[in-house]
């Protein structure tokens, strides 16, 4: 069960870990799933991390910061208010198996709940920030648009490009309001 290769370190874990949650669920972030998903001993694992609670708390902020970097990169990708709220759409509509995955750890786990919570406020403040740019200061829009977004996920097995153009729709909706 050994490694031959280098040793492992807290980054490959948690990777291991992230591919472990989108693929299997909540149940496969234990040191001994993972330590067979990496083909080493789990005392690899001990040495990085205190317990899988600290592992999970890692792994949720090691999510948390790469939520928010990608939404920060669509936002900042487009000068236009119009085009950064399409984008940003767009982008919340189009969810990785990772993000899915923490959504729906987050029903029954206190700590990936608290990070949704925080990653939501955020990206709920980018499209409150765009909308009041173009001029829609009404809040209740944002969060129609977002809760729209995020729902599309778990409509079927659409095509990435489906719920892109289905929200994209929406967001011309509300535009059409103003």
């Given amino acids: 069960m050994a490694r031959i290769s280098s040793r492992l370190g807290p980054g490959d874990w948690l990777k291991a870990g992230a591919k472990a949650l989108a693929s299997a669920g909540p149940d496969a972030l234990k040191a001994e799933p993972l330590a067979v998903r990496l083909k080493v001993s789990k005392g690899s694992f001990y040495w990085h991390f205190r317990d899988v609670p600290a592992f999970q708390k890692s792994l949720l902020q090691e999510w948390e910061v790469n939520a928010l970097t990608h939404s920060e ?59 009041t ?38 967001v011309d909706l509300v535009l059409a309001l103003r």
């Fill in 133 to 170: 740019e173009i001029g829609i200061a009404n809040p209740e829009m944002a969060r129609i648009i977002y809760a729209a977004a995020i729902g599309m996920n778990g409509i079927g097995k659409q095509a990435p490009s489906d719920n892109a153009a289905a929200i994209g729709s929406l």
């Fill in 73 to 131: 990169d669509v936002r900042d990708a487009d000068d236009a208010p119009v085009a950064q709220l399409r984008s940003l759409a767009q982008a919340f509509a189009t969810l990785d198996k990772l993000e899915i995955a923490v959504r729906s750890w987050a029903q029954a786990h206190k700590g990936a709940r608290r990070s949704v919570e925080r990653i939501d406020a955020s990206r709920l403040g980018f499209l409150q920030n765009a909308l």
